[in-house]
C-alpha cells in the first residue's frame, strides 16, 4: 500500500512540534480518534521517515510501556516549507533532544491537552496556552521565550534575572470579552522546597519572585496579547503525588499573600478535570475544593480512558 502524505498528517507534525514530544495516549487525546487509528497512522508516518518513536520508560500505571513521538529531520524540514515562523528553526527546538525532563514535558502537555478539554465543555469559554519551548512562539534576541519574565535586581538598571513559567494561558469569555491570566508550575517533586542559595528551582524563591511579579503589574503585557483588560492573575501548581500537594500547600499558607496561587495533582486532574472543584486554593487544604473557573461554571471533564 502506497503512503500519501495529507493535510491532517501535517497538522498531526505541526502538534508534535508545538508540543516537542507526544505520547500515544496524548495524541489521540488531541486528536479524538480510537488508539488503533492514530497508532496506525503514526507507523505510516514513522516508516515514511517523517517520525520517530522511542520506549516510554516511566509511569506504566496499566502495565504496557507508551511509545513517545517526536520529529525526525525529514519532519521538521516539511514543517519548515509550510510554516514561515519555522523557517529557521533547527531539529533541536522541533524534537525532544533538548528538553531537560522528559517527564516533566509530559506532565505539561498532559495540562494542556485537559486545558482544551474546556472549551468542549463550556463552548462560551476559550482557552490559549503559550508554551516556552513551543517552535512557533518567537524568541528574543537573547533565544529567550516569549513568556520569560524578567525581573528588577537591586542596584543594577537592567533587568539580570528572571524566570520562565511551565505555561501561560488565559481562559476567554466570548461573550462578555472577559479574561483570566494564569501562570503554570508543574511539579514533579525533585525541586527543593526551600534551599539557602535561592536556586531557580527552589520552590519557596519561585512564590517569591511571583509574589514581586504581581505587585510590579508587569503581566499587564498580556493585555495586548489577547486584547484584554487584567487585574491579576492566578499561579498554578500541578503536582505529581498528592503527598506533594501537601507540601507545597503547606509552603503556601506560610508565604502571604498567597491567595492567587492554587494547587492540585495529576490524579485530581485526571479524575475530574481542570474546570471541577479540584484545587486547593491559597494552601487551604482543610477548606473545601474551588473550581479555578468559579461556582457557577464548576463543571467535570475528565479524560478518564487515558490516564498517563
Known sequence: ??????????????TIAEHRVLTVSQITAIQRKSKQVVRRRLNMLEKAGFILSATLGFGQSRGRPEKTISLTEKGAALLRSNYEALRDVPLNKMNAEKIRCLEHQLLTNWFWIHLNQIEHAIPQLSAQFLSPISPFLKRDHSDLPLIFEPLPVEGQSKNSSGFTPDGVFAITHRKRQMAL?????????????????RTPGDIRQKIINYQQYFRSGRYKRYEKFWNCKLRGFRLLFLTNTNGRLAVLSRLVQEMPPSEFIWLTSLKQMFSHGLSAEIWVHGGKQDAPSESILGTAMACQVPLSALKP
Open 1 to 14: 500500500m502506497t503512503f500519501k502524505f495529507n493535510k491532517n498528517d501535517r497538522q498531526l507534525l505541526a
Open 181 to 197: 491570566l494564569f501562570f503554570l508550575e508543574v511539579d514533579m517533586g525533585t525541586e527543593s522546597i526551600a534551599s539557602p542559595k
